[in-house]
């Protein structure tokens, strides 16, 4: 028997003993052994820890044991969520060969379903960034054409997925982290609603935005994942107490009484034509599909990046306040006093763009800068929340580009830290205002590069966004396509 190309049906087919976990988590191993040397997905490979999980996992199926939703499913986690499998650098020198005492929840919930975790997956140093560049341990290229950047912060989860060499990987969203990168590399990428996923191992960056969420090689199986990750975790206040919906059996939707919300003023100035286009046609699709399409607006998206990069920066640089070398992160040599230890290991271990981060956040919410730049970012992020509140009330979702252009050069921003922000003008108000929100492929441009649609619903309707976005899947086949690199096997 062939292995299956999704995790929903891998699991179903290694639990009836038709595929072995063992086969398939070695098929990845192969799949990364021939490719990473090119793509660099991985930060670290567990090879032999996957193979022992695999092994065991079969023999509990052997035994008429379940092990789970995710019998034998090999996956990847991004390398800022906590494992004890591996390390956990968040890509930075400071953090290098960290290796965390627990397992984040995340990774706890994935594991206790059966899924086989092969290693961490390559972002931009503690996830700031937007094209996978700014990894303290060199960038990863994005499958469908190597020159390219696979996006980011989460480049390492979605280029694997997108290369075959897992079937699902973790990323972390703060302002677009799953869904940008998912889309420059065609799969599928779910940022959930603020508070459905624990944070608990997730390291830090802007804890009021960051959320965990699946990237994956369609919807259903990005829905198997929410459902196995979402729900309470006592061991994190922030994580929302209701009940999760059964997203995998609710994946249908009544498209005749659906009201697709399109937002004109994102769709002028700043966005490349052939990305416009395809998301003109995706609406087209859901139109001739019996769907209704609604105006809709979101005045002050405008003031949306300004806004995260106070906000964001401001999180930050409390959250990175920890990183001194002394409860946290590595030492630097040679350091007479405290104030030398905590100057030198910041000074040394952390990149530039991390620096500037926790600079711009330090000044954001320095006296006599607070009111003027953290307390107004706060004020805007309630009118963007609002804005969303309005919008969905005549529209059940909202569909948007998910970035200006589809994946870009590598090197080509990496000196120009404006241009790299606005490529989050998109993504990043979902964050602000909590909501979920998702990118599924819609469409290649004229390179064969992948393009990215985003749907964003309402706080705690991923059931709805899930639904809506399976249902644009079944009417077209982008996700279907892989990337020349990887042939036919
Ligand atoms: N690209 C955005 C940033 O650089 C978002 C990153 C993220 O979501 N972690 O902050």
Known sequence: MSIPETAYELAAVVREQGVRA??????????????????????????EY???????????????????????????IKDNICTTSSPTTCGSKMLAGFVSGYDAHVVECLE??????????NLDEFSMGSSAENSAFGPTCNPWDTSRVPGGSSGGSAAAVAARMVYAALGSDTGGSIRQPAAYCGVVGVKPSYGRVSRRG???YGSSLDQVGPITRNVRDAALFLQVIAGNDDRDATCDR??????????????????????????GDGLDSQVREAVRHATSQFVDAGATMVSVTLPHAKYATACYYLIATAEASSNLARFTGVHYGNRSANSETIEELHENARGELLGNEVKRRILLGTYALSSGYY???????????????????????????????????????????????????????????????????????????????????????????EQSLLAIAQTYESHTDHHLQTPPLIGTS
């Open 242 to 267: 209701r009940a999760v919906p059964d997203y995998i059996n609710n994946l249908t939707c009544e498209v005749s009484s659906l009201r697709i919300g399109v937002c004109q003023e994102l769709l």
């Open 22 to 47: 063992v086969d398939a988590t070695r098929q990845c191993l192969d799949r990364i052994v021939a490719l990473d040397g090119e793509l660099h997905c991985f930060l670290h490979v567990c090879g």
């Open 202 to 204: 997730l390291v830090s």
């Open 371 to 461: 009111d003027q730049y953290y307390r107004k970012a706060a004020k805007v992020r309630t009118l963007i929340t609002q804005d969303f509140e309005k919008a969905f009330e005549n529209a059940d979702v909202v569909i948007t580009p998910v970035a200006p252009t589809t994946a870009f050069p590598i090197g080509d921003k990496v000196n120009d830290p404006l241009a790299m922000y606005l490529s989050d003008v998109y993504t990043i108000s979902a964050n602000l205002a909590g909501v979920c929100a998702a990118s599924i492929p819609c469409g290649f441009d004229t390179s064969g590069l992948p393009i990215g649609l985003q749907l964003t619903a309402p706080a705690y309707c």
């Open 50 to 76: 996957a193979i022992a999980r695999a092994t065991e996992i079969d023999r509990a199926v052997d035994a008429g044991h379940d092990p789970g939703r995710l019998t034998g499913v090999p996956i990847a």
């Open 112 to 121: 206790r379903e059966g899924a086989i975790v092969l290693g961490k997956t």
